[in-house]
């Protein structure tokens, strides 16, 4: 259906084996913090119940309670630096080494197109718009990065304001290059 979807996969063997060996270590992760908050686990969710580590009565337990605290925090600080790890070589090529609006464009647009060629119309249209800023105002009344008529009743948000532009797009013209194809065909250009 998309014809340049094979761009998104990672074609480097290396990378595709660093992708599986984070995932296998985000499972264990995700497994010992089951674990730990599994409510059938007896003495071992009891002492991560407890808010304070006091309430727990002797030394032994407390030091349980504490190594159970501990292991669950630092088991959840791994996942989200994994998650983050994956999510970096997971995305598109063409999404690394943007600024933040256009990063963010980048990756809302990979769901709905992943393509690079509608990643390529996309940015020169809504560069030719508002340069991908969020404030951006035309004399017409337009403003945001899709440069919407609405007086920016989404706000100032970039994710809202992306969002609205992407559904915009999809639903007037199908897709960035139909949007691009008709802006240049106006005089003066609007999509």
Avoid at 22 to 36: D, G, M, N, T
Wanted: glycine share 6%.
């Amino acid at each position: 259906m998309w014809p340049d979807i094979a761009e998104t996969k990672p074609s480097n063997s290396k990378v595709a084996a660093q992708i599986k060996t984070l995932e296998k270590e985000a499972h264990k992760s995700q497994s010992a913090i089951r674990f730990w908050k599994d409510q059938d686990r007896g003495r071992w969710m009891l002492h991560l119940r407890h808010d304070k580590c006091k309430d727990v009565h002797g030394k032994q337990r407390r030091i349980l309670c504490k190594g159970a605290r501990r292991s669950l925090g630092l088991h959840s600080a791994r996942l989200a630096r994994l998650g983050r790890r994956l999510e970096r070589l997971t995305e598109p090529l063409w999404c690394r080494g943007q600024t933040s609006n256009r990063v963010l464009g980048c990756k809302m647009a990979y769901e709905v197109w992943p393509s690079k060629a509608e990643w390529d119309a996309l940015e020169e249209l809504w560069d030719n718009e508002s340069h991908w800023n969020q404030y951006a105002k035309n004399p017409s009344g337009a403003c945001g990065i899709p440069q919407a008529m609405n007086s920016c009743s989404y706000g100032y948000n970039p994710v809202d304001q992306i969002r609205w532009g992407l559904n915009y797009i999809r639903g007037r013209y199908h897709s960035p290059r139909g949007a691009l194809s008709a802006f240049y065909s106006r005089s003066p250009t609007w999509y």
